[in-house]
């Protein structure tokens, strides 16, 4: 309870796909903290079990599925029930020259990063809609917006992310379902720290590597360190919530500042 706001979920079914650690985990945590029913989406069985077990206590559940292909998106559809949230979290990235990046490559972020996404909106909308109520919240990039030189495949996955959801959103217009995208700026997950070590001298400590990073690779940055998932998460939630009925179609930031725009 926040000055009289409650971001209650009790009753609601969310599924988070890609959640067996970073942004998704914490994702998963603040969604069952607000009372919600979580479905924790993997690939492998044994890092699913692993991620339910550390949220021991809330109300979770593990289904593993690989949503990057119809048959798994729809496992995890049956799976999971009449799904209430939906939060497309899954997602690759990495660092490749431009004019390195094959066509094979460009296909496979595209399959993980927008299609997963699209598929899995598809499937879930028309039960939303029919019961009047429903959250499809999108886990987009400030890439999307500040396209990367070291990894424009996935800057423009991102930037497709953000047209799949406004689609979406005009699609589900005035049905009380409501579809947004979470732009999440540079955030310090295992994978991320992987990435930074490709961007600067693995040979420095973490905080150093860090404090590199963010002043060479992401000078933007208005807040001059990495976000933590549980404030990507914080985010989420609301949008979760009934407190934000109003807010559809959007591209909500939680960037530290790192695109340089006054609009949301």
Same mark, same amino acid.
């Given at each position: 309870?926040?000055?009289?706001?409650?971001?209650?979920?009790?009753?609601?079914? =969310?599924?988070?796909?890609?959640?067996?650690?970073?942004? +998704?985990?914490?994702?998963?945590? &603040?969604?069952?903290?607000?009372?919600?029913?979580?479905?924790?989406?993997? *690939?492998?069985?044994? *890092?699913?079990?692993?991620?339910?077990?550390?949220?021991?206590?809330?109300?979770?559940?593990?289904?593993?599925?690989?949503?990057?292909?119809?048959?798994?998106?729809?496992?995890?559809?049956?799976?999971? +029930?009449?799904?209430?949230?939906?939060?497309?979290?899954?997602?690759?990235?990495?660092?490749?020259?431009?004019?390195?990046?094959?066509?094979?490559?460009? &296909? *496979?972020?595209? /399959?993980?990063?927008?299609?997963?996404?699209? &598929?899995?909106? *598809?499937?879930?909308?028309?039960?939303?809609?029919? &019961?009047?109520? +429903?959250?499809?919240?999108?886990? =987009?990039?400030?890439?999307?917006?500040?396209? $990367?030189?070291?990894?424009?495949?996935?800057?423009?996955?991102?930037? =497709?992310?953000?047209?799949?959801?406004?689609?979406?959103?005009? #699609?589900?217009?005035?049905?009380?379902?409501?579809?947004?995208?979470?732009?999440?700026? $540079?955030?310090?997950?295992?994978?991320?720290?992987?990435?930074?070590? /490709?961007?600067?001298?693995?040979?420095?400590?973490?905080? #150093?590597?860090?404090? /590199?990073?963010?002043?060479?690779?992401?000078?933007?940055?208005?807040?001059?360190?990495?976000?933590?998932? /549980?404030?990507?998460?914080?985010?989420?939630?609301?949008?979760?919530?009934?407190?934000?009925?109003?807010?559809?179609? +959007?591209?909500?930031?939680?960037?530290?500042?790192?695109?340089?725009?006054?609009?949301?």
């Amino acid at each position: 309870m926040v000055d009289g706001l409650t971001l209650d979920l009790t009753g609601k079914t =969310a599924v988070v796909t890609g959640s067996t650690q970073g942004i +998704g985990l914490a994702i998963s945590r &603040r969604l069952a903290e607000a009372g919600a029913d979580v479905v924790i989406n993997g *690939r492998s069985a044994e *890092r699913v079990a692993q991620a339910v077990a550390s949220l021991s206590g809330l109300p979770v559940r593990g289904v593993e599925a690989d949503v990057t292909s119809a048959e798994g998106a729809q496992a995890l559809v049956d799976a999971a +029930g009449a799904v209430d949230i939906l939060v497309n979290n899954l997602g690759i990235f990495g660092s490749t020259p431009a004019l390195e990046i094959d066509d094979d490559e460009w &296909r *496979r972020f595209f /399959e993980v990063n927008v299609v997963s996404a699209a &598929r899995l909106t *598809r499937l879930v909308l028309p039960g939303m809609v029919e &019961r009047g109520w +429903g959250r499809v919240l999108n886990i =987009a990039s400030d890439s999307a917006i500040v396209i $990367p030189e070291e990894m424009i495949h996935y800057g423009a996955s991102k930037s =497709a992310l953000l047209a799949v959801s406004r689609g979406f959103a005009k #699609a589900a217009a005035g049905t009380g379902v409501t579809v947004n995208s979470v732009i999440a700026g $540079p955030t310090h997950t295992e994978g991320v720290e992987d990435f930074v070590y /490709e961007m600067v001298d693995r040979s420095l400590d973490w905080e #150093a590597a860090q404090r /590199e990073f963010m002043r060479t690779a992401r000078p933007q940055s208005l807040i001059g360190r990495l976000i933590e998932p /549980e404030e990507i998460a914080n985010m989420v939630v609301y949008l979760a919530s009934p407190l934000a009925s109003a807010t559809t179609g +959007g591209a909500l930031r939680v960037d530290g500042g790192y695109v340089d725009s006054i609009l949301p």
